[in-house]
């Protein structure tokens, strides 16, 4: 059984004495106190040495990423040859690829890491064709290297150049407030019309550089600062000022101020645009999709593309507001909804009632941006301009209040009819009120009920005659009840006409004497019924 050790100098394979000894790990450094404790234990069997730093460094790295290097392979074969005996590994990458590339059965688990430990504790004396000088020498060198290496080869080596430019051009913006409103209560004192009519910052500086005490506004040209109309109105409010007489040193003191703001003003108009192209050339598509203000704070505040790539997107989403996030988790109320995504345009075009929607869907698509910047081996921005023109399209929907389907789900139709009032306002029509429609439908819903007629004899008792449909089906018996009606529609007009009298009150003449209607007696015939 044979062990690789890396070593800074070379390849070391020592040969496995005692096997029973990787089986007492708690015990093992007390087996290695001393070097002849510990070469009794193993024992040098083969060193392969580097030729030089560079070769050093690959070999280095090469274990680092667990791959098999030519050398590692030429020396293993050279070694081991056709034996098969087991090869005790420390990094489990390392011990699966000389497993698949030189088919040899590798070992690695706790036991060897502890076995690894105590021979790194005795490599000096267990390695006597190296001089301690010689090693120690090589131990720095390699050091150096391998840190120069990680630092060339890093992915976070321009990641660091946008957060130390977004936090200078932050820097910046607070020493520019602080700057301008120093010089305007400065000015303020001589002049303090002049902050009121002109409200631009940098206009103001410009113009408190030029004038200098308000009694040169007169013959001062201002035209290239500010428009025809406002430099009326400073001129005009010069000449009736109320502000205090200062001195020529206080005047060059305040011109002073003013030109470390235009400096670092202009400063700044600088800064942004480097890290505008920085932001396009790393994070393309986060940059279309964010900004480029946005997007820098994010990795800035991630610490690095990488990282803020593995970011999910509800941590992408609530980014920068880590302070309320904890506060409402420790109070148990409502958590924030967004963080540094409010600023971005996306978010801040939106309403507020769909400001948590928006930020949700922006963090979502800023989320594979991020990752498709950081891991893609293209740099094109394709994916934020299809990604932003469909955001746009949805908060266009949302804005609108449209039913067409807002995601792939069926669940996420909106209906926005609870939230809109209509338009529409119904009246209750007046036509239905009538009961004619009543006795119509009753009519309708029994055709077949047989109706019914009242007739009146000489007795004067009202008689109740059914008209049976001829048409349709005859019933049982129907002949016999068909010549009864006969028989009494004869015997109705064989009686005759119904003699109907009438009394008449008298009625009193102009004489005096009453006057007595004649009774009419009149014959009514009936009609026999149908």
């Given at each position: 059984?044979?062990?690789?050790?890396e070593t800074?100098?070379?390849?070391?394979?020592f040969?496995?004495?005692?096997?029973?000894?990787?089986?007492?790990?708690?015990?093992?450094?007390?087996?290695?106190?001393?070097?002849?404790?510990?070469?009794?234990?193993?024992?040098l069997?083969?060193f392969?040495?580097?030729?030089?730093?560079?070769?050093a460094l690959e070999?280095?790295?090469?274990?680092?990423?667990?791959?098999?290097?030519?050398?590692?392979?030429?020396?293993?074969?050279k070694v081991?040859?056709?034996?098969?005996d087991?090869l005790?590994?420390s990094?489990?990458?390392?011990?699966?690829?000389?497993?698949?590339k030189?088919?040899?059965?590798?070992?690695?688990?706790?036991?060897?890491?502890?076995?690894?430990?105590?021979?790194?504790?005795?490599?000096?004396?267990?390695l006597a064709?190296t001089?301690?000088?010689?090693?120690?020498?090589?131990?720095?060198?390699?050091?150096?290297?391998?840190?120069?290496?990680?630092?060339?080869?890093?992915?976070?080596?321009?990641?660091?150049?946008?957060v130390q430019?977004i936090?200078l051009?932050?820097?910046?913006?607070k020493e520019?407030?602080?700057?301008?409103?120093?010089c305007?209560?400065?000015?303020?004192?001589?002049?303090?019309?002049l902050?009121?009519?002109i409200?631009d910052?940098?206009?103001f500086?410009?113009?408190v550089k030029?004038?200098?005490?308000?009694?040169?506004?007169?013959?001062?040209?201002?035209?290239?600062?500010?428009?025809?109309?406002?430099?009326e109105q400073?001129?005009?409010?010069?000449?009736?000022?109320?502000?205090?007489?200062?001195?020529?040193?206080?005047?060059?003191?305040?011109q002073?101020?003013?030109?470390q703001?235009?400096?670092?003003s202009?400063?700044?108009?600088?800064?942004?645009?480097?890290?505008?192209?920085?932001?396009?050339?790393?994070?393309?598509?986060?940059?279309?999709?964010?900004?480029?203000?946005?997007?820098?704070?994010?990795?800035?505040?991630?610490?690095s593309l990488i990282?803020l790539?593995?970011?999910?997107?509800?941590?992408?989403?609530?980014?920068?507001?880590?302070?309320a996030?904890?506060?409402a988790l420790?109070?148990?109320?409502?958590?924030?909804?967004?963080g540094?995504i409010?600023?971005?345009?996306?978010?801040?075009?939106?309403?507020?009632k769909?400001?948590?929607?928006a930020?949700?869907?922006?963090?979502?698509?800023?989320?594979?941006?991020?990752?498709?910047?950081?891991?893609?081996?293209?740099?094109s921005?394709?994916?934020?301009?299809?990604?932003r023109?469909?955001?746009?399209?949805?908060?266009r929907l949302?804005?609108?209040?449209?039913?067409?389907?807002i995601?792939?789900?069926?669940?996420?139709?909106?209906k926005?009819?609870?939230y809109h009032?209509?338009?529409?306002?119904?009246?209750?029509p007046?036509?239905?009120?009538?009961?004619m429609?009543?006795?119509?439908?009753?009519?309708?819903?029994?055709?077949?009920?047989p109706?019914k007629?009242?007739?009146?004899?000489?007795?004067?008792?009202?008689?109740?005659i059914?008209?049976?449909?001829e048409?349709?089906?005859?019933r049982?018996?129907?002949?016999?009840?068909?010549?009864?009606?006969?028989?009494?529609?004869?015997s109705?007009?064989?009686?005759?006409a119904?003699d109907?009298?009438?009394?008449?009150?008298?009625?009193?003449e102009?004489?005096?004497?009453?006057?007595?209607?004649?009774?009419?007696?009149?014959?009514?015939?009936?009609?026999?019924?149908?």
């Amino acid at each position: 059984m044979l062990v690789l050790f890396e070593t800074p100098a070379g390849y070391a394979f020592f040969k496995l004495l005692d096997k029973k000894a990787i089986e007492k790990t708690d015990n093992l450094y007390k087996d290695f106190a001393t070097p002849e404790q510990a070469s009794k234990i193993v024992k040098l069997k083969h060193f392969e040495s580097f030729a030089n730093t560079a070769e050093a460094l690959e070999a280095t790295t090469a274990v680092l990423e667990g791959k098999v290097t030519k050398k590692l392979r030429k020396v293993l074969k050279k070694v081991l040859g056709d034996a098969t005996d087991e090869l005790l590994v420390s990094d489990a990458k390392l011990g699966g690829a000389i497993k698949e590339k030189l088919n040899l059965s590798c070992v690695t688990n706790t036991a060897v890491s502890e076995l690894m430990r105590c021979i790194r504790s005795q490599t000096d004396a267990l390695l006597a064709e190296t001089e301690k000088k010689d090693l120690s020498a090589m131990k720095l060198g390699l050091a150096h290297s391998l840190s120069r290496y990680k630092l060339k080869f890093s992915a976070d080596k321009v990641d660091t150049m946008i957060v130390q430019a977004i936090c200078l051009l932050d820097e910046l913006d607070k020493e520019l407030n602080n700057y301008i409103m120093r010089c305007r209560e400065w000015y303020g004192w001589h002049f303090p019309e002049l902050g009121k009519i002109i409200t631009d910052n940098l206009a103001f500086v410009k113009v408190v550089k030029l004038i200098g005490t308000r009694e040169n506004v007169k013959n001062t040209d201002l035209s290239d600062i500010l428009p025809d109309d406002i430099e009326e109105q400073v001129k005009a409010a010069a000449e009736i000022s109320m502000g205090t007489e200062i001195a020529d040193d206080d005047i060059v003191n305040i011109q002073n101020l003013c030109d470390q703001v235009i400096e670092i003003s202009s400063y700044r108009t600088e800064l942004y645009e480097y890290l505008k192209a920085r932001m396009m050339a790393i994070a393309p598509n986060l940059t279309v999709l964010m900004g480029e203000l946005i997007g820098a704070r994010l990795i800035s505040q991630a610490g690095s593309l990488i990282n803020l790539a593995k970011h999910p997107a509800s941590t992408v989403q609530i980014l920068g507001a880590e302070k309320a996030l904890f506060r409402a988790l420790k109070t148990k109320k409502d958590t924030p909804k967004y963080g540094l995504i409010y600023h971005s345009q996306i978010v801040a075009q939106s309403s507020a009632k769909n400001k948590g929607k928006a930020s949700r869907m922006l963090a979502a698509k800023a989320a594979l941006a991020s990752r498709v910047d950081a891991l893609g081996e293209g740099t094109s921005m394709d994916l934020g301009t299809e990604h932003r023109a469909k955001l746009e399209t949805r908060l266009r929907l949302l804005e609108e209040g449209n039913l067409r389907r807002i995601s792939g789900t069926a669940k996420a139709k909106a209906k926005f009819e609870k939230y809109h009032g209509k338009s529409e306002v119904k009246q209750y029509p007046s036509a239905a009120d009538s009961t004619m429609g009543k006795r119509k439908l009753i009519e309708d819903i029994t055709p077949d009920a047989p109706k019914k007629k009242k007739i009146k004899t000489e007795s004067g008792e009202e008689v109740e005659i059914k008209q049976e449909e001829e048409e349709g089906e005859q019933r049982p018996g129907g002949e016999e009840s068909a010549k009864k009606k006969k028989k009494k529609k004869k015997s109705l007009s064989e009686e005759g006409a119904i003699d109907a009298s009438v009394e008449v009150e008298p009625v009193q003449e102009e004489g005096g004497s009453p006057k007595k209607k004649k009774k009419k007696n009149k014959k009514i015939k009936e009609e026999p019924t149908e």
